[in-house]
């Protein structure tokens, strides 16, 4: 389950990488991002009402109203980051999304931690002839809708799909890993059916991808 990952390729690279239109390119002067986590903004690449491709800014995880059990009380929104690839054809939270909005999550590594006081974070990337190799990973978004403790609220959300952790993965998450796309494989997640983009969902080659860094700290990006 990935909780935080990095996205540090420039805006230019960006839409080489991923095809988009230099009119078609909303994130400005975009920084670097070391660190990422739920509720923060992260760049996304989508397709327009045109079924053009757009480089934009969401906040990741699909909110819904929380409530506390024991008062009732309106709390913050949850923020729902992963969806399971066994679940997003099913469940009615991501079902509509993956039929109709998917999207690329663009990123240079995911981040999974091990144990606890303190939790080891361990750094994935893929192996290449850069430092950080660009990759994307399978995303969904939405127009979240939901109660918060000042009303009712809404935002653009996007959510990351995970998928069977492979053999790098598994010994510091045993059960899941983010879902990775080939970078031939981008048209067909983008705009495929239902079936052909769920064929993508699999595990990203384990000799593909290298461990970057582990260490132990409370608040931890890539560096």
Same mark, same amino acid.
């Given at each position: 389950?990935?909780?935080?990952?990095?996205?540090?390729?420039?805006?230019?690279?960006?839409?080489?990488?991923?095809?988009?239109?230099?009119?078609?390119?909303?994130?400005?002067?975009?920084?670097?991002?070391?660190?990422?986590?739920?509720?923060?903004?992260?760049?996304? %690449?989508? &397709?327009? !009402? =045109?079924?053009?491709r /757009?480089?934009?800014? $969401?906040?990741? *995880?699909?909110?819904?109203?929380?409530?506390?059990?024991?008062?009732?009380?309106?709390?913050?929104?949850?923020?729902?980051?992963?969806?399971?690839?066994?679940?997003?054809?099913? %469940?009615? &939270?991501? !079902? =509509?999304?993956?039929? /109709?909005?998917?999207? $690329?999550?663009? *990123?240079?590594?995911?981040?999974?931690?091990?144990?606890?006081?303190?939790?080891?974070?361990?750094?994935?990337?893929?192996?290449?002839?850069?430092?950080?190799?660009?990759?994307?990973?399978a995303g969904?978004?939405?127009?979240?809708?939901?109660?918060?403790?000042?009303?009712?609220?809404?935002?653009?959300?996007?959510?990351?799909?995970?998928?069977?952790?492979?053999?790098?993965?598994?010994?510091?998450?045993?059960?899941?890993?983010?879902?990775?796309?080939?970078?031939?494989?981008?048209?067909?997640?983008?705009?495929?059916?239902?079936?052909?983009?769920?064929?993508?969902?699999?595990?990203?080659?384990?000799?593909?991808?290298?461990?970057?860094?582990?260490?132990?700290?409370?608040?931890?990006?890539?560096?």
């Amino acid at each position: 389950m990935c909780n935080l990952y990095s996205n540090t390729t420039a805006v230019e690279a960006m839409r080489n990488l991923f095809k988009v239109p230099l009119d078609a390119d909303h994130l400005g002067n975009a920084e670097p991002l070391t660190a990422i986590w739920p509720k923060y903004l992260g760049h996304v %690449v989508r &397709l327009d !009402k =045109e079924g053009a491709r /757009e480089l934009v800014s $969401l906040s990741w *995880g699909f909110r819904t109203t929380k409530t506390s059990k024991k008062t009732g009380k309106i709390l913050q929104p949850a923020a729902w980051n992963n969806a399971r690839d066994d679940k997003v054809q099913s %469940v009615g &939270l991501w !079902k =509509e999304s993956f039929h /109709e909005r998917r999207c $690329l999550i663009p *990123g240079t590594s995911f981040c999974e931690a091990k144990g606890r006081s303190p939790a080891t974070y361990h750094w994935f990337g893929l192996r290449g002839d850069d430092a950080r190799p660009p990759f994307a990973f399978a995303g969904m978004w939405t127009r979240s809708r939901f109660e918060a403790p000042d009303g009712q609220d809404e935002c653009e959300t996007y959510t990351m799909i995970t998928t069977t952790a492979n053999d790098l993965v598994k010994p510091v998450h045993p059960d899941r890993m983010p879902a990775i796309l080939q970078p031939d494989d981008y048209e067909q997640w983008l705009a495929g059916s239902a079936k052909e983009a769920g064929d993508l969902l699999r595990p990203f080659p384990a000799d593909a991808m290298r461990l970057i860094k582990s260490g132990a700290e409370e608040r931890h990006d890539e560096g």
